[in-house]
Nanobody
Framework: QVQLVESGGGLVQAGGSLSLSCVASGLTFSIYSLAWFRQAPGKDREFVAVISRSGRSANYTDSVKGRFTISRDNVKKMVYLQMNSLKPEDTAIYYC??????????????WGQGTQVTVSS
C-alpha cells in the first residue's frame, strides 16, 4: 500500500518560514518525480514545485520562485519544501504527490492527505 504522509504545516506570521516534509512508503521512491501542490479555500488545487527523480532538476510556479525550495532524499524516501518569506496568499493545504515531472495534477499517481499552512498578516 502506497502512502505519502506530509508534516510540518502550521501557523506562521507573514515573512516567516516553514519547512514541510513528506515521507513515502510502499513505492519505488527513486523512479518518481515528487511535487508539492496546494489548495486554498474555494480555489482549485495548484502546482507549487516539482523535483526530478535524481533531484538535479526542479520547477516552481512563478509566485514562489526565490522563496520556496524543493529537495528530496532518495535514501530516506522523503521530499521537502522549504518555504521562506511567507505571504498570506500562501495559506492553503499543501499536498505532496508522486508521479511524472509535470505541473498538471493528473500526471501524479499518488497523493498525501495534506498539511495546513496558515500565514497571518
Amino acid at each position: 500500500q502506497v502512502q505519502l504522509v506530509e508534516s510540518g504545516g502550521g501557523l506562521v506570521q507573514a515573512g516567516g518560514s516553514l519547512s514541510l516534509s513528506c515521507v513515502a512508503s510502499g513505492l519505488t521512491f527513486s523512479i518518481y518525480s515528487l511535487a508539492w501542490f496546494r489548495q486554498a479555500p474555494g480555489k482549485d488545487r495548484e502546482f507549487v514545485a516539482v523535483i526530478s527523480r535524481s533531484g538535479r532538476s526542479a520547477n516552481y510556479t512563478d509566485s514562489v520562485k526565490g522563496r520556496f525550495t524543493i529537495s528530496r532524499d532518495n535514501v530516506k524516501k522523503m521530499v521537502y519544501l522549504q518555504m521562506n518569506s511567507l505571504k498570506p496568499e500562501d495559506t492553503a493545504i499543501y499536498y505532496c504527490a508522486a508521479g511524472s515531472f509535470d505541473v498538471l495534477a493528473h500526471k501524479y499517481n499518488y497523493w498525501g492527505q495534506g498539511t495546513q499552512v496558515t500565514v497571518s498578516s
